[in-house]
């Protein structure tokens, strides 16, 4: 009997293989999972390998995406099929789907995000097409697409060779690929606006964000120039204390209700408390952490959102270590937030972290 189970697919930013690869490797050691990872650089992405079926189904109820910094999607692989007939691909996806048995509600054709990745979106897209009809017309795949049921990955390695996975919609990435189609508003300052945009819908539920973020509260963006991460908060009814030495765009003064200071953002604090503070400064990743810290321990904001740009080395165990000291000042001064990351679509050399309350 076949014992060996087929791992996970994690997509993720490509040249940031090595950060997935060890990210996932300790996540799976904390669970007991024994596994390991196997990662080719710039193929934008990493499989966890070597699982038994026992070891399959414990990871699928352990591992899970939200936990992950680098990983763009954590995804359970039921099949590989290899040396694929491209005369007929359809048949043995048919058979690889039909021998699981579960009828699935959504099917997402997926490729890696990387030079060679790219070259397969026409053929994910006519495959899908022809598969999506064929899943249907056999009963595995709901008439209607169904939000709520599971849904069914495929995902293009090759002309020949793809994974079939799935994934719960409530504990996955809710975009194809993890990629999230974005598009950036004619008046928005800047292109930066698109990763507080994503931060917001990636890091928060639609529950939360309706709770948290209220029109008439107060923020505070340090390294705000030219004001796109300001306009964001403008959009969700914000009142912002833009800090930055640079200028802010028209758009983003023309808003009403961004308020400028012409300061650094190191010294700077507000005459109240405010609701949110976030920070996109260039600096230093433990110096911008430890200002976060000291803003939420002395009072000045009661959540936090910024980005931590990556060193050129030892980018994982980096973040850890920032991570590891920043929660662990919060929790000496009684503050219960939560740290929640991820290097977003929109994130280049570095990651955007929320501290927040509640379970993630
Ligand atoms: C990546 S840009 C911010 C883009 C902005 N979030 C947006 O959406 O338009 C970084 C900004 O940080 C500012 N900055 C860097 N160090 C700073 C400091 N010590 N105090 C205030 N601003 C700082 C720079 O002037 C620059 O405008």
């Given amino acids: 009997m076949n014992t060996s189970a087929h791992g996970f697919y994690l997509p993720c930013r490509a040249g940031f293989e090595p950060e997935c690869a060890a990210e996932i490797a300790d996540q799976a050691a904390r669970f007991g999972v024994p596994g390991y990872p196997k990662a080719e650089r710039d193929s934008g992405f990493v499989r966890l390998l070597g699982l038994d079926l026992a070891a399959q189904a414990l990871a699928e109820k352990r591992l899970s995406w939200r936990a992950l910094i680098f990983a763009r999607q954590c995804l359970p692989v039921f099949a590989e099929l290899i040396e694929l007939d491209p005369k007929d691909r359809l048949s043995p996806v048919l058979a690889a789907v039909a021998a699981r048995g579960q009828r699935f509600g959504d099917l997402w054709m997926e490729h890696p995000d990387a030079d060679e990745g790219r070259t397969l979106s026409g053929l994910a897209r006519s495959f899908g097409n022809a598969l999506r009809g064929g899943l249907r017309r056999v009963g595995w795949l709901t008439a209607v697409t169904d939000l709520h049921a599971p849904r069914l990955h495929v995902i293009l390695l090759g002309g020949t060779h793809l994974l079939l996975a799935h994934s719960d919609p409530t504990d996955s990435s809710p975009w194809v690929q993890g990629i999230p189609r974005l598009k950036l508003a004619h008046d928005a300052p800047s292109r930066s606006a698109l990763k507080l945009e994503e931060a917001l819908l990636t890091l928060m539920s639609q529950d939360e ?103 050129m080395k030892k980018r994982y165990a980096e973040v850890g270590q920032i991570r590891e000291q920043l929660m662990q000042r919060l929790h000496d001064a009684g503050i219960d937030l939560q740290w929640r990351a991820r290097q977003l679509y929109h994130d280049r050399e570095e990651i955007t972290v929320a501290l927040l309350p509640g379970n993630y």
């Fill in 209 to 311: 964000r309706s709770r948290w973020m209220k029109p008439g509260q107060r923020a505070v963006d340090l390294g705000a120039a030219p004001g796109g991460w300001s306009w964001v908060l403008t959009r969700a009814g914000l009142q912002v204390a833009a800090v930055d030495n640079g200028p802010l765009a028209e758009s983003a003064i023309g808003t009403g209700m961004i308020k400028h200071y012409r300061a650094d953002g190191f010294r700077w604090r507000p005459e109240h408390p405010v609701d949110w503070l976030v920070c996109d400064m260039v600096e230093q990743p433990k110096r911008v952490a430890e200002l976060i810290g000291d803003w939420l321990i002395q009072g000045d904001c009661r959540r936090a959102i910024f980005n931590l740009k990556l060193p």
